[in-house]
């Protein structure tokens, strides 16, 4: 997934974050209200470590099950709907952030891959990525909103895909 | 949450199994990635799951609740949406904000919106991602087409609910 570094600017932003926020929580809220809000942030965290656990395991499993150059073979010439559809269900499938996705999609567009069909792609990976429900999704938010956001999220990939081959043949033509 | 657990501890056994049969020397690998995925997760969501609880003691839930909740139809959708596309960082830091954010009362719609958002038009990917890997043509393109969609995944929730 991510390469292990210490202080990228996610780190300082979530140490500006939680700072800042213990400071105006003792400030403008009291003692009591900043050891209730402790407690509760470890209450919290104790509850989703056994889940966060499991999915860290499951993300360095599945990189080394399932290798990149599998993925891209699947949707490298894949075009029209076919195409759309196969970005996107693969999409759901690839755990990990950025790191994971955007080097597969440069080396997709690199390769010639369909503009449609990389934009699908990223979509789905970004609304419907698999790992990401059950890693955080499940966990923070419960089954009922992830199963509701998720559905909700279903179209979206194929009309990304869509509207971007459209755009693209309208700005081509110009 | 008890859901969650057994859910992923069973894919977590299914594909360890996978694993295990099919390819055996990778094993270590995959341990070795998790350990430092897991260094390197731990001590972000501690201090991010504590800074959404002193947060979630600062929200004002009067204003949250007239701008984004349940009652503020598509105007708390393009709001959530708005402020979801230009949050900053991964899911450890938004996950949490959005879990705070609902429980001051927010519209399952606009949670939906302010995720979708995030996830989708994700301005703070399209520098540090879209543009150095892919170029200004792309990263163009990708952002004028996602910019409907928390509108469409939040819509299709509130007519789901």
């Not at chain 2, 501890?9 to 694993?19: K, Y």
Request: with cysteine; charged share 10%; hydrophobic share 55%.
């Amino acid at each position: 997934m991510k390469p292990p570094k210490r202080l990228d600017g996610t780190m300082i932003f979530i140490i500006a974050f939680a700072s800042s926020g213990a400071v105006l929580c003792f400030a403008l809220r009291g003692g009591d209200a900043f050891f209730e809000a402790l407690a509760a942030g470890f209450g919290l965290l104790g509850r989703l470590l056994p889940i966060l656990a499991g999915g860290v395991i499951l993300g360095g499993i599945l990189q080394a099950l399932v290798p990149p150059s599998a993925v891209k073979r699947w949707m490298g010439e894949g075009s029209g709907w076919r195409g759309l559809f196969l970005a996107a269900a693969i999409g759901t499938l690839v755990p990990g952030g950025p790191v994971t996705s955007f080097p597969l999609v440069a080396a997709l567009v690199a390769a010639g891959a369909e503009f449609g069909v990389t934009i699908a792609f990223l979509t789905s990976w970004a609304t419907l990525g698999i790992n990401r429900v059950i890693v955080w999704e499940i966990p923070f938010m419960g089954g009922d909103f992830a199963l509701t956001r998720y559905l909700a999220s279903l179209p979206l990939p194929i009309l990304a895909g869509l509207a971007a081959r459209w755009l693209s043949t309208l700005l081509a033509r110009r | 949450m008890i859901e969650g657990l057994i859910v992923i501890w069973a894919l977590v056994l299914g594909c360890g199994l996978a694993l295990w049969r099919r390819s055996p020397q990778r094993i270590p690998e995959a341990l070795r990635s998790a350990g430092a995925n897991a260094k390197m997760l731990a001590p972000r969501i501690l201090l991010a799951m504590l800074g959404a609880a002193f947060y979630g003691t600062l929200l004002p839930e009067e204003q949250i609740v007239r701008w984004i909740g349940g009652e503020s139809g598509w105007t708390g959708i393009v709001i959530a949406g708005a402020i979801g596309a230009v949050m900053p960082g991964g899911p450890i830091v938004s996950f949490p904000i959005a879990i705070a954010v609902a429980q001051a009362g927010a519209g399952v719609p606009q949670v939906v919106a302010f995720l979708t958002g995030w996830a989708a038009i994700a301005a703070h990917r399209t520098m540090t991602w879209d543009l150095v890997m892919l170029g200004g043509g792309f990263t163009r393109i990708r952002l004028l087409v996602s910019l409907p969609l928390p509108l469409i995944a939040g819509g299709l929730a509130w007519a789901l609910q």
